[in-house]
């Protein structure tokens, strides 16, 4: 789950990392309120979505115009800044060119910055370990920087059974450049940046840029995301969901218990199995096709789960064939194919529908498949599957 800029500045100013002033505003009128309770000569404005590049974006109502984050001296700017923004769309390179449209923004307090950092703290699943990530080449895309300079990109990993020590900060503040009150400083950021990411059960949090001011280490900007299972525990986090944000479909999918990714593609895909679905869009890709999404539909699933599955993916219009890959274990095949057979009547199927069922009760399934009076096409294998239903795609789309 991903929250606000402002809502992860909050929960880490909650542990002691320095952030600098600010106040959210879920209008116009409110960011002007903002900037008048502020003792500053410097504001500035950022449009809050769940899309990094705001700096770099623009607005599609004036796209030659300024991005999502603005420096303003006075308040009279700032009410110029906002009315810019909120109720606008806002495109980056994160978005798509579809774009995110803002509903929240966030004036802060301008600082001084000395230097610009990068810094994220992620779970390494590999290692079982939390690793830190920082570099001097702050505010900058660090993929590129990543790809072009690797040892500019400092690594600390830090095992959960041991913890954050002293060791570890001073590691990264020395590679960092820092010297004197700087590393003290820079000490406590980062040994309550760990405390943050570990209490709040977070799966990353990224700082970019991380700011010199005097002595003082900040955090400029922060983007959170956090692990899914754990916001039964975390009750305070999950009040900070912004449904707006997400994909009505991703949406509909977490209430459902699926899991449920939108893509570029054309072909549907509907598995048991976060590896088999994996697999299974390597494989379309392989042949020539493009997956329109990941969608599992995990190993306990009912007919009318599986059924707002196939709706899902059929509410993409940019989906042209559908390919259901069941490996039937606790998941049954002919339990799958109730619910495939009840969507497409429902939904009218008019996209080829290919089918691969493996496993307990698979030629029942088959049976209830080929008696259902739908032309669903059948595979042997997940080869057979994949070849299938891209040709079939592939004629679909030639034929309209």
């Avoid at 879920?26 to 903002?34: G, R």
């Avoid at 009150?181 to 840029?209: G, R, W």
Wanted: proline share 3%; aromatic share 6%.
């Amino acid at each position: 789950m991903n929250i606000h800029e402002y809502q992860a500045k909050g929960l880490l100013e909650k542990y002691g990392v320095a952030v600098p002033k600010g106040i959210p505003a879920m209008n116009v009128e409110e960011a002007v309120k903002a900037a008048e309770s502020m003792e500053t000569s410097l504001y500035v404005v950022k449009a809050q979505i769940h899309a990094g590049g705001r700096g770099a974006g623009h607005f599609t109502d004036n796209p030659e115009g300024k991005g999502g984050v603005r420096l303003c001296k006075t308040v009279d700017e700032v009410r110029a800044a906002a009315e810019a923004m909120y109720g606008k769309t806002l495109v980056t390179k994160q978005t798509g060119p579809e774009g995110k449209d803002v509903q929240r923004l966030y004036v802060t307090d301008g600082v001084d910055i000395e230097k610009e950092y990068y810094c994220s703290v992620v779970l390494d699943r590999g290692t079982s370990r939390v690793t830190f990530m920082v570099s001097t080449e702050g505010g900058m895309d660090i993929e590129e920087v990543a790809e072009e300079n690797p040892d500019a990109l400092i690594r600390v990993s830090v095992d959960p059974a041991a913890g954050f020590s002293g060791f570890h900060a001073r590691k990264l503040a020395f590679g960092l450049g820092l010297k004197g009150a700087q590393v003290k400083n820079a000490t406590k950021f980062f040994a309550n940046l760990y405390k943050c990411f570990i209490e709040t059960d977070a799966s990353i949090v990224e700082i970019n840029p991380m700011i010199l001011v005097g002595d003082e280490i900040m955090a400029l900007d922060a983007k959170m995301n956090f692990d899914p299972n754990a916001l039964y525990r975390q009750k305070e986090i999950y009040a900070m969901r912004d449904e707006t944000e997400e994909d009505e479909n991703e949406k509909i999918a977490a209430d459902n218990e699926l899991s449920y990714v939108r893509l570029d593609g054309n072909i549907g895909c509907m598995v048991n199995g976060a590896g088999l679905a994996m697999s299974t869009m390597d494989i379309i890709k392989l042949h020539g096709g493009e997956p329109a999404n990941f969608l599992d539909v995990g190993g306990g699933a009912t007919a009318e789960r599986v059924t707002t599955a196939f709706k899902i993916i059929l509410s993409d219009e940019n989906v042209k064939g559908i390919l259901v890959n069941i490996f039937g274990g606790i998941m049954k095949c002919d339990v799958i194919a109730q619910g495939v057979i009840a969507a497409a009547k429902e939904v009218q199927l008019s996209v080829p529908l290919v089918v691969r069922l493996e496993g307990t009760n698979v030629e029942k399934g088959k049976e209830l498949m080929a008696n259902s009076g739908l032309p669903i096409i059948s595979a042997d294998n997940l080869e057979d599957a994949a070849k299938k239903v891209v040709e079939a795609t592939q004629k679909a789309q030639e034929a309209a």
